[in-house]
């Protein structure tokens, strides 16, 4: 464990009891209580590499994934992964769940960028965001998903 003025880092280990969901921690210091949340998955765990910003840079990713990224002002995260047509994805941003002010939108594109679906202004609307979509069929059988953000 290390902290400074502003931050501490800690390791936390999850028992493989643990259930999946949202599970809540209590960081008591000398200048106060901070109460929080964190997710427990039941899916392979990524992290959101930079750069990744736009098509040229995304990030491949195999799917299905749960993916911990860092939204700074006004980011764009590119993800690519592979999709069959005829197949049902499920997208769900987790920050306002877990106590973020992130206001997102999630675009899933084609291999070109052509927005193919639009999800917008989760933030405070719904506490639960989770849409379930269709892949729809392609020249290519890839896809990407953009995600982009702002703190409010």
Known sequence: MSSDFF???ARVSVGPNVPVGLHDYRLRTPRG?????????????LSE????????????ITLPAM?????ESDDYDVFRFHAEAGETL???VMATRAGSRLDSTITI???RGVELEYIVGIHR???HSQRSLPVLPSEEDRQLFRSCGRRL
Do not use: C, M, W, Y
């Open 67 to 71: 993916i911990d990224g860092i939204v």
């Open 109 to 111: 594109l084609d291999e």
């Open 125 to 127: 609307r719904l506490l």
């Open 33 to 45: 209580t901070h109460v929080g949340v964190f997710q427990v998955g039941s899916l392979p765990r």
């Open 90 to 92: 499920i997208f769900d």
């Open 49 to 60: 590499v930079e750069p990744n910003n736009d098509l040229k840079h995304a990030q491949d």
């Open 7 to 9: 931050s501490i880092k």
